[in-house]
């Protein structure tokens, strides 16, 4: 139990890392990650195909004798390993944040290369979300759609929980519109009280002069 606990926890500190790396995100108040049975499914299949691969070598081995076959398989099944390393990195390193000022989604894509895209948060118009199959609602998982304006829509798949994130995210959107209003009202407030207190300020120079002035006609 400790041992998951504590895989769990370098997993997140080796996410946070690179997401504080790559994102610039000054407040980040949630994080949506893929559903864990994506990992366990591409494990499975890459598992398969790698039992199979070596089924076939021993074969072929029995009835082919040629010196450069094992390397031929060795290479074809470290080809298809590091795949399965960047396509699990590609699917792990994939994140939409939810911030203070909107949403960033951030997609890595192969090795050293990654896509930020960030949606203010005036400009989305909603969150949908869906669970089209059987699996979907056994592992809990589905996808997210970012509706902005101008028709413009962005998916994130294979979201956990997608319901309760698709509210949350409109829950946050409502909660700092509602908070923005009173911030420029607040701003509003202190620039007229800059101006009435120059004003105040004009008007009293403007008296003095003018009683100075009236002072030196009385004694002339």
Not at 53 to 58: D, H, Q, R, S, T
Not at 137 to 153: M, R, T
């Amino acid at each position: 139990m400790y041992l998951s606990e504590a895989r769990v926890l370098l997993v997140n500190m080796l996410r946070r890392q690179i997401m504080k790396k790559y994102v610039d995100v000054d407040t980040v108040f949630h994080v949506i990650w893929h559903n864990a049975s994506v990992f366990v499914i591409m494990m499975v299949r890459t598992l398969i195909f790698l039992l199979v691969l070596y089924v076939l070598f021993l074969v072929l081995d029995k009835y082919i004798i040629w010196e450069y076959l094992p390397w031929i398989f060795g290479i074809f099944g470290l080809w298809f390993f590091v795949k399965y390393i960047i396509d699990f990195l590609n699917i792990y390193l994939d994140w939409l944040i939810l911030s203070e000022n909107g949403l960033t989604l951030f997609m890595w894509e192969w090795l050293f290369d990654h896509k930020t895209d960030f949606f203010e948060r005036d400009k989305i118009e909603a969150i949908s979300h869906n669970q089209n199959s059987f699996w979907d609602k056994l592992f809990a998982k589905g996808d997210l759609l970012i509706k902005l304006e101008h028709w413009v829509e962005y998916p994130f798949e294979n979201i956990n929980f997608p319901q309760r994130q698709a509210e949350k995210i409109m829950r946050y959107k409502s909660q700092f519109s509602q908070i923005q209003p009173t911030e420029n009202t607040s701003l509003g407030d202190e620039k007229m009280a800059i101006i009435a207190e120059a004003l105040s300020e004009v008007v009293k120079e403007y008296m003095d002069k003018k009683t100075s002035e009236e002072e030196d006609e009385e004694d002339y």
